[in-house]
């Protein structure tokens, strides 16, 4: 069965010459180049005619100008609405102003398409897989991940998109309006051609539709794919722990050492004295100097990372928490077509904001197992110098590693359960109140 998954994912971990010829990482690539996220120019790659900062302004600037039609149009129409229809011009807006953050706090910043260029050419698992058999099964164990995790969002990006679009087709399909042309009123998924009169007007309403594929489909990327590039680092960063926790877990003891008595503590009391041998803490001293080196590694990292997608992050955490609340709010009525509506979009959100904190959350549980490992590292058996070496590195393993979103809160589970708690209480407020 692994294997079959190996195959499918893309010669998982032999044959290719780097990150960037697995499958999932080609596909990221397509569709990031589309949006302005792929670090192709940092990393040294032949770029298309449309890459580069030009076509990052592009993004951005068509984004914003989703945001004034729909601003504008909200505007001038919100009193042909009831409170519950307003809804969804609201929910675009912020998902046009979540698209819009990324395109200016990533496409637009020399700080992300610095890490970007750090994970694929230096920090990805694949440079570190060879060094012994557990970094390579965890290096296929990232693979699977990484490649599972690329067919889930990019089916949930299709059916958003899909379901987004196509269902306000298909309510004027099915009340008759594309057979009575004159003087309709065309229901549209994004409304944004204001001043123009397209809603009575079949030629308008096509122009409408195809401006509506477009945003969504180029909003949506820019969400989904980022999201799938951060849960690939995460990834990653916990395969680079899981490595350093084995290699402490498995530090080598003395050729001679004498087993202690049951029920004694590591307290340096044992039965005999035996220890390491000169050559034996010349050996633990390299191997120290490599796990200090290792940690370090991860913690840099971590640090950049959080600096470059901090107010990304934050900027989502905000999103799902405002656009959480009022998708709940169109789902709160439990009509038939406010769940066909909403209710996959809503999932679908709910889905990413469970998925991407869950994955953000394993940071933060792994440092605390190094603390663990660092502890249980035979350091009764060192001299002086090797075991001030083990306490330097105990102190630095204290300080807990988590991403910080706008260095303000942490990334994890405990910002996410605060997120469905609150839109889960307004939710079942809502509900007592009769529309």
């Known amino acids: 069965m692994l294997a079959r998954l190996e195959k ?40 298309l005619v449309f890459e580069g900062r030009g076509h990052a302004y592009y993004n951005t600037i068509v984004c914003f100008a989703y945001w004034v039609g ?74 699977l991940l990484s490649f599972l995790s690329m067919i889930y969002l990019t089916f949930m990006l299709v059916v958003a998109c899909v379901m987004f679009n196509m ?8 009340s008759g309006k594309f057979l009575d042309l004159h003087n309709t009123t065309y229901e549209q998924a994004v409304y944004c051609l204001y001043p123009w ?3 009575t007007s079949l030629s308008g309403y096509i122009v409408a539709m195809l401006l509506g594929w477009y945003g969504s489909v180029l909003g949506g990327s820019s969400v989904a794919m980022f999201d799938l590039f951060l849960c690939l680092i995460i990834y990653n960063l916990w395969g680079h722990f899981k490595i350093l926790i084995n290699n402490l877990e498995n530090f080598p003891r003395p050729a001679a050492e004498v087993v202690e008595a049951p029920g004694e ?64 709010l169109e789902c709160s009525t439990m009509t038939a077509e406010a769940l066909t509506r909403y209710l996959p979009l ?45 306490l330097i590195f105990l102190i630095r393993v204290q300080k807990p590693i988590h991403v910080k979103a706008g260095g303000v809160m942490d990334v994890g589970v405990t910002t996410m359960a605060s997120i469905l708690k609150t839109s889960f209480s307004y939710f079942a407020f809502l509900r007592t109140f009769d529309y």
């Not at 909200?74 to 009193?79: A, D, E, G, T, V």
């Not at 020399?110 to 965890?138: C, G, P, T, W």
């Not at 004295?273 to 796990?291: F, H, I, R």
């Not at 394993?362 to 075991?387: C, F, H, Q």
């Open 167 to 174: 269902i306000p087709m298909y309510a004027n399909y099915s």
């Open 197 to 199: 009169n397209y809603e």
């Open 346 to 390: 809503t999932v679908v959100m709910f889905g990413e904001l469970i998925l991407l904190s869950m994955i953000f959350e394993t940071i933060g549980t792994m440092s605390e197992k190094l603390k663990d490992a660092v502890y249980d590292l035979p350091w009764e058996y060192m001299d002086t110098k090797n075991r001030k070496t083990v």
């Open 8 to 47: 499918a994912a893309g010669a998982a971990v032999v044959g290719v010459n780097g990150p960037k010829d697995y499958k999932y990482m080609k596909a990221i690539r397509f569709v990031l180049r589309i949006v302005s996220g792929w670090p192709g120019k940092a990393l040294g790659e032949k770029t």
């Open 265 to 328: 503590e590591r307290s340096g009391m044992r039965i005999g004295s035996e220890m390491y041998s000169q050559s034996e803490l010349d050996e633990v001293a390299g191997l120290l100097k490599d796990a200090i080196q290792y940690h370090n590694l991860i913690v840099d990292f971590t640090n950049k990372m959080s600096d470059a997608f901090g107010m990304a992050l934050f900027t989502y955490y905000t999103f799902h928490q405002i656009a959480g609340c009022l998708l709940l």
């Open 70 to 143: 729909e601003i504008a149009y909200l505007k001038k129409f919100k009193h042909r609405y009831e409170f519950l229809e307003l809804g969804q011009l609201y929910i675009v807006i912020l998902m046009n102003t979540l698209s819009g953050s990324r395109a200016c706090t990533l496409c637009l910043s020399q700080k992300y398409r610095r890490v970007a260029r750090i994970f694929i050419q230096e920090i990805h698992l694949f440079y570190f897989k060879n060094k012994s058999d557990f970094a390579m099964k965890i290096h296929v164990t990232v693979h």
